[in-house]
């Protein structure tokens, strides 16, 4: 059985930090692509950033040059390293893995960050 679990989530205060987690279990994690998505309050769901198999990465134009994804295959866990927070990055981040793009994939719950004075 698969399981996607985010955590690190939070509110923290604009121009501030945080270190998302994506733990994968039921899944040959160096084998799959990973991506943070995020959703706020009436939204649609966008892609934040993604890392490849490879270790090839990919950034949105909003958060590029403050967030940065990476993965550690030996712990079967990814990360979102998130710098100079503002208030439009306040959303549900997500989780994705998958193994062949196109694909749904693999869906965590989401973990809650907030960004306010």
């Known amino acids: 059985q698969v399981h996607i679990v985010e955590s690190g989530g939070g509110l923290v205060q604009p121009g501030g930090s945080l270190r998302l987690s994506c733990a994968a279990s039921g899944i040959v994690f160096v084998i799959y692509n990973m991506a943070w998505y995020r959703q706020a309050p009436g939204n649609q769901r966008e892609l934040v950033a993604s890392v490849n198999s490879g270790g090839m990465t990919n950034y949105a134009d909003s958060v590029k040059g403050r967030f940065t994804i990476s993965r550690d295959n030996a712990k079967n866990t990814g990360y979102l390293q998130m710098n100079s927070l503002k208030s439009d990055d306040t959303a549900v981040y997500l989780c994705?893995?998958?193994?062949?793009?196109?694909?749904?994939?693999?869906w965590g719950q989401g973990t809650q960050v907030t960004v306010s004075s």
């Open positions: 994705n893995v998958v193994q062949i793009a196109g694909t749904e994939g693999y």
